[in-house]
């Protein structure tokens, strides 16, 4: 299975960014789609963002649409979360992950990696 490795979060007011970095190992990154996930303590994993391995088409969930922006650079095989406007509701363990497709990743069913330890972003009011 794939190694997933997350950094950059952190602590920032309500409207402030923050940039997201997801390192993968273990897979050949190109031939897979990847995504973004969070998690609130008390509450499901749930899909963000998402990222095709070819035409790099993009997928969000609704309540990030127009805030973040999720990119992956194939040769570093790193996928990146930019997040604007932060809200305290974003407030989260954000973890990234694989699959084959998006409909697996919206669904978060049959994703490919280890979750990894995440990173925690917190946004204050």
């Known amino acids: 299975q794939a190694q997933l490795v997350e950094s950059g979060g952190g602590l920032v007011q309500a409207g402030g960014s923050l940039i997201l970095s997801c390192v993968a190992s273990?897979?050949?990154?190109?031939?897979?789609?990847m995504g973004w996930f969070r998690q609130d303590p008390g509450k499901e994993r749930e899909f963000v963002a998402g990222?095709?391995?070819?035409?790099?088409?993009?997928s969000y969930v609704d309540a990030v649409k127009g805030r973040f922006t999720i990119s992956r650079d194939n040769a570093k095989r790193t996928v990146f979360l930019q997040m604007n406007n932060l809200k305290p509701e974003d407030t989260a363990v954000y973890y990234c992950?694989?699959?084959?497709?998006?409909?697996?990743?919206?669904?978060?069913?049959?994703?490919?990696?280890?979750w990894g330890q995440g990173t925690q972003v917190t946004v204050s009011s």
């Open positions: 992950n694989a699959a084959q497709s998006i409909e697996r990743l919206t669904t978060m069913r049959s994703l490919l990696g280890n």
């Open positions: 990222i095709t391995s070819i035409s790099f088409t993009t």
């Open positions: 273990g897979l050949t990154f190109r031939n897979y789609n």
